[in-house]
């Protein structure tokens, strides 16, 4: 069955601090694709990044960065250095090939504080 | 204009009332889709248009009805709503199908009374 996991519900650290959000998927499909998002106060949600299934690299695009392990059926996010700007609620979803869906995560409330 | 635009932003609207939603996208993508965002519930597909052709209905009630003229503008037209179905409403498009990253609108909220 299709699933996906962000199991912490929110964090709070300090602005500067590293912070890793987690992303827990299941999926039969062999042919997939990840997604991050970010959803800021405003309500709009911001595409940060899409992988696909066959592509393990990590991404590295500023402070951002994500660790994707098939092995473990991660799609780890870290915010390197923190800022008060990185408040936001953060989605991880999982698209599927064969059966054409798509599911959000319960996204993960991150409080940066100054 | 650029990207995806929703109106209203706000909308408060009595049960009775009848009302819709527009999203407009600037993108020249083929696809557009409509979700819920209820509080601490996970995002809900709701409808789907692919070439201005629904291809997805996820059990949503009749009392949401979306209309898709061309591939650039999604309404949703809503009437005798429920307090329950009072949420952020956004909108998305992408290129093509749900693997295609999906861009999307500041969302409507929407409070039924």
């Known amino acids: 069955a299709q699933k996906v996991t962000q199991a912490q519900t929110e964090i709070s650290v300090v602005e500067k601090e590293d912070v890793t959000l987690d992303c827990v998927y299941e999926?039969?499909?062999?042919?997939?694709?990840l997604f991050w998002y970010k959803q800021p106060p405003s309500g709009e949600l911001v595409f940060l990044i899409r992988r696909n299934s066959f592509d393990e690299q990590n991404e590295i695009s500023g402070r951002y960065s994500w660790n994707f392990q098939k092995s473990t059926s991660s799609f780890n996010f870290t915010i390197t250095a923190s800022q008060v700007v990185d408040s936001a609620v953060y989605f991880c979803?999982?698209?599927?090939?064969?059966?054409?869906?798509?599911?959000f995560g319960k996204g993960t409330r991150l409080h940066i504080l100054p | 204009e650029t990207g995806v635009t929703q109106t209203p932003r706000h909308l408060v609207m009595g049960m009775t009332n009848k009302k819709s939603l527009k999203c407009e996208q600037h993108l020249g993508h083929n696809a557009m889709y409509w979700y819920k965002q209820s509080a601490k519930k996970p995002l809900e597909l709701m409808f789907v248009?692919?070439?201005?052709?629904?291809?997805e209905n996820n059990s949503v009630p009749s009392r949401f009805s979306p209309e898709c003229p061309n591939s650039s503008h999604l309404f949703l037209h809503l009437h005798t709503l429920q307090p329950e179905d009072s949420a952020l409403y956004l909108c998305?498009?992408?290129?093509?199908?749900?693997?295609?990253?999906?861009?999307f609108g500041p969302g409507t909220r929407l409070t039924v009374l």
């Open positions: 979803a999982l698209s599927e090939v064969r059966d054409d869906k798509i599911i």
């Open positions: 999926t039969r499909d062999t042919t997939y694709y």
């Open positions: 248009y692919n070439f201005k052709e629904q291809t």
């Open positions: 998305a498009s992408s290129i093509g199908g749900k693997t295609d990253t999906q861009y």
